[in-house]
């Protein structure tokens, strides 16, 4: 069974500061990899997504994930966080549809990014 | 552009009592979920349909009734509340399953309920 295991459950962080949010995942088969944010008082969006192709993948806000099968990890960084990237972060994993099988997305519990000035 | 519309936002119950929490989409889409988000558990998938008239159980479905008569609607029921079921509430929405795994789920704002 697949499972997703994000290893900090609250990290806190200065303005301009780096970040790395980590993601391990546990799956037989290949997956396929997501990182999803939750503003305060909204429903989650996509941030990111690793589908196939460059191991490097990144959103439009500064964000970047690098997938790395060996390590089964899939951690989100930026260089320089804003006040503005707090938030809650998720990680999530689906297998691919081969076989049209019903499957869902599996998240992990979160972490919460709190960024202070 | 609505997108994923939930109702009510907040909700308190007493054990016993029950209530629907009704998701709309204006996106035409298949596929709808609901979720619950629990401090410390992330998001868990109670139910989830994958065309009008036809739903199947997730992770978490005990308590939990669900139907989607017209596909823009999908409608989370809680015959006799309990406090365990006191949670975030999130429905969601995608184009296909398959879309669904490689792509996006588009998330309403969350409805808040308490059980007392």
């Known amino acids: 069974a697949q499972s997703v295991t994000q290893l900090d459950s609250q990290v806190p962080v200065f303005e301009e500061a780096p970040v790395e949010l980590r993601c391990n995942y546990s799956?037989?088969?290949?997956?396929?990899l997501f990182w999803y944010v939750q503003y305060p008082n909204q429903g989650l969006q996509l941030l990111l997504k690793?589908?196939?192709?460059?191991?490097l993948v990144e959103s439009i806000n500064g964000f970047e994930a690098e997938f790395n099968k060996s390590q089964t990890s899939f951690h989100l960084r930026k260089p320089s966080v804003h006040i503005s990237d707090t938030a809650e972060y998720f990680c999530?994993?689906?297998?691919?549809?081969?076989?049209?099988?019903?499957?869902?997305?599996?998240f992990g519990k979160g972490t919460k990014l709190s960024v202070k000035p | 552009n609505a997108g994923v519309t939930q109702t009510p936002k907040f909700r308190v119950l007493k054990t016993g009592q029950s209530m629907t929490l009704l998701c709309a989409q204006d996106?035409?889409?298949?596929?709808m979920y609901w979720y619950r988000q629990d401090p410390g558990m992330g998001l868990r998938l109670i139910h989830y349909?994958?065309?009008?008239?036809?739903?199947a159980k997730g992770e978490v479905p005990d308590g939990y009734n669900v139907s989607r008569l017209k596909k823009q609607n999908f409608l989370l029921g809680l015959e006799s509340a309990a406090p365990s079921q006191t949670s975030v509430y999130f429905c969601?929405?995608?184009?296909?399953?398959?879309?669904?795994?490689?792509?996006?789920?588009?998330f309403g704002e969350g409805s808040r309920l308490t059980v007392l």
């Open positions: 799956s037989s088969v290949s997956v396929y």
């Open positions: 996106m035409n889409h298949e596929y």
């Open positions: 349909s994958v065309g009008e008239g036809t739903t």
């Open positions: 999530a994993v689906s297998e691919p549809d081969y076989g049209g099988s019903q499957g869902n997305l599996i």
């Open positions: 969601a929405s995608s184009y296909r399953l398959r879309l669904a795994r490689t792509g996006e789920l588009f």
């Open positions: 690793y589908l196939s192709g460059s191991t």
